[in-house]
């Protein structure tokens, strides 16, 4: 009888070694497939966390002129007002809710003396107070982090 045939111990040892590095290589690649699934996923989600840049536009309120309270004699202030905001609905519920708008700036500066008002920092002051009663008058805390800033257009106390 023959003996089957065996194979050479250098064939056995090359067989496991080969299925070894087939492993370690869908391995390896498995790994880098993952990391970089990971990373386009990160990058997708920081570029989604960046707020997109809202353009600016300028709303243009009528001029106001009011009696200011009396110091030594009776003044008056006369002011134009535009309210910068972002392009948003915010524009649409400003033109809506402008009555209300008006009414509080009236009210807001006919409160003021002219030495409130006089200084650049009472101007300041004051701008920051209209810009509150703008988003006031707008009511929704979304909107209101749209009405950025309000600009004096004109300035006249007489």
């Not at 009555?99 to 807001?108: G, S, V």
């Given at each position: 009888?023959?003996?089957?045939?065996?194979?050479?111990?250098?064939a056995?040892?090359?067989?496991?070694?080969?299925?070894?590095?087939?492993?370690?290589?869908?391995?390896?690649?498995?790994?880098?497939?993952?990391?970089?699934?990971?990373?386009?996923?990160?990058?997708?989600?920081?570029?989604?966390?960046?707020?997109?840049?809202?353009?600016?536009?300028?709303v243009d309120?009528?001029?106001?002129?009011?009696n200011?309270q009396?110091?030594?004699?009776?003044?008056?202030?006369q002011?134009?007002?535009?309210?910068?905001?972002?392009?948003?609905?915010?524009?649409?519920?400003?033109?809506?809710?402008m009555?209300?708008?008006?009414?509080?700036?009236?009210?807001?500066l006919?409160?003021?003396?002219?030495a409130?008002?006089?200084?650049?920092?009472?101007?300041?002051?004051?701008?920051?107070?209209?810009?509150?009663?703008?988003?006031?008058?707008?009511?929704?805390?979304?909107?209101?982090?749209?009405?950025?800033?309000?600009?004096?257009t004109?300035?006249?106390?007489?």
């Open positions: 009888m023959s003996k089957p045939a065996e194979t050479p111990p250098e056995e040892g090359k067989k496991p070694k080969k299925k070894l590095l087939i492993i370690i290589l869908i391995a390896i690649i498995a790994v880098g497939a993952g990391a970089g699934g990971t990373w386009y996923a990160m990058k997708m989600l920081d570029e989604d966390a960046q707020p997109k840049e809202i353009p600016t536009k300028f309120l009528d001029i106001f002129t009011v200011l009396p110091e030594e004699n009776n003044q008056y202030l002011v134009g007002l535009t309210v910068k905001v972002r392009e948003t609905p915010v524009m649409a519920e400003i033109s809506k809710q009555p209300d708008i008006r009414n509080r700036i009236l009210m807001l006919s409160s003021k003396t002219a409130d008002i006089a200084s650049i920092a009472g101007k300041q002051l004051l701008s920051q107070q209209i810009a509150d009663e703008i988003k006031q008058s707008v009511g929704l805390e979304k909107l209101q982090e749209d009405v950025l800033e309000v600009l004096f004109s300035f006249v106390i007489q």
